[in-house]
T-cell receptor
């Protein structure tokens, strides 16, 4: 079963506008975390933001914020004031423990959303 | 720049061959993770090492193996290569008490 679902294969947004990229997840682990990564056409994976399942407040990093709705199992990324450089693939990922030892976990990624910023 | 380095950046080889991909984690990071990104499978977790010990295995083929050395750099060995092994291979690292994984620039492997 797919654990991370990104339903928007592609999105367009006007420069300077805000955009929301959707992510829903499925886990039975009470302790988990959600990540967003950006992958420009050059290929590198850039860490954007992290939200832990026990965090009370939504994570924010500059123009990025994570709209975490635990009951709905959603962790949407909001990018404010879009810039041309934001055009890229965006991946949502979930951290799950896969071993009882400390520091043992893996990231499961969604299929990504391609964001295009229009001037 | 994440601080994670990977070499080589590109690798072209033939089917049946063996290659080694190298990763140096960020200074002080003890955990190293390997991921494979292909068009059909997306991004998949392969294996994790923590301070030299294997900690977790994902969808890693038996033809693939990895190790982490005392200086904490890691190598991913891919043998008996097939066309379907062509992909972007990422290494990521994380600090001891952090969940955040920082990715290297990747090694693009092309098997012909």
């Amino acid at each position: 079963a797919q654990k991370i679902t990104q339903t928007q294969p592609g999105m367009f947004v006007q420069e300077k506008e805000a955009v929301t990229l959707d992510c829903t997840y499925d886990t039975s682990d009470p302790s988990y975390g959600l990540f967003w990564y950006k992958q420009p056409s050059s290929g590198e994976m850039i860490f954007l933001i992290y939200q832990g399942s026990y965090d009370q407040q939504n994570a924010t990093e500059g123009r990025y914020s994570l709209n975490f709705q635990k009951a709905r199992k959603s962790a949407n990324l909001v990018i404010s004031a879009s810039q041309l450089g934001d055009s890229a693939m965006y991946f949502c990922a979930m951290r799950e423990a896969i071993f009882s030892g400390a520091g043992s976990y893996q990231l499961t990624f969604g299929k990504g959303t391609k964001l295009s910023v229009i001037p | 720049d994440s601080g994670v380095t990977q070499t080589p950046k590109h690798l072209i080889t033939a089917t049946g061959q063996r290659v080694t991909l190298r990763c140096s984690p960020r200074s002080g990071d003890l955990s190293v993770y390997w991921y494979q990104q292909s068009l059909d499978q997306g991004l998949q977790f392969l294996i994790q090492y923590y301070n030299g010990e294997e900690r977790a295995k994902g969808n890693i083929l038996e033809r693939f193996s990895a190790q982490q050395f005392p200086d904490l750099h890691s190598e991913l060995n891919l043998s008996s290569l097939e066309l379907g092994d062509s992909a972007l291979y990422f290494c990521a690292s994380s600090a001891k008490n952090s969940y955040e994984q920082y990715f290297g620039p990747g090694t693009r492997l092309t098997v012909t």
